[in-house]
């Protein structure tokens, strides 16, 4: 929890306390950056007005190298302020006064929003097979090798399915942040990676969308 108002934080420390977390302050941006590095949080609640960096910078670096659900809780409640904030990576806005029950709603929501599934989990669909945690792949019933990257890249879909996933999104969390704009090299394994695993004719599993990103549509 990051904010520059000493009563805000002791404030946030109780609320979340009582709701079962373990919070870490910080009241600035350095600070946070280093808490979260240091730590590993499950989820970040973030104001916008700090001292050093502004939330939306904030947000931003965070993203750079994590996917925890990320709130932006701030007095700043114009339109352009939450554009801001959710385009630099933050995943909900609340403004001040805020409600306690409600904000831990939205954290709580966020967080079951991005749980990993289990790693034993499998999944059978118009005759692919994917086991997560044997890393293995079939088709038709028979199996296809795929490289580790490209079985990151896979598995990074398929939990997600549905769900739009950003060119940035997939490099980071497949490649790391020396990667996050090299949408050739996404490109490229995708591409790999569909020639295996889809029919020559038939039902896409890897839907485009144009200049965004990509979804597993199975």
Known sequence: MVDDEQ?????????LREAG???LPAASGEEALDVAALQ???AAIVDLLLP????VELARRLREWSDMPLIVLSAVGDEDAKVRALAAGADDYVTKPFGPRELVARLQANMRRIAPEK??????????????????????GNEVHLTPTE???L????????RLMTHRDLLLSVWG???????????AHIANLRRKIEPPEGRRYIRTDPGVGYRFAA
């Open 151 to 153: 079985f990151d890249l």
């Open 7 to 15: 009563q805000i934080l002791r404030a946030l420390r109780v609320i």
């Open 52 to 55: 050093d960096l502004d939330g």
């Open 155 to 162: 598995r990074l879909l398929v939990r997600n399915r549905g």
């Open 40 to 42: 590993r949080p499950d």
């Open 177 to 187: 942040p020396g990667y996050g704009d090299d949408t050739q090299v996404l490109r």
């Open 119 to 140: 790693e034993d989990a499998e999944l059978h669909v118009d005759g692919l097979d994917v086991d997560l945690a044997r890393r293995t792949v079939r088709v038709q």
């Open 21 to 23: 977390f373990e919070a």
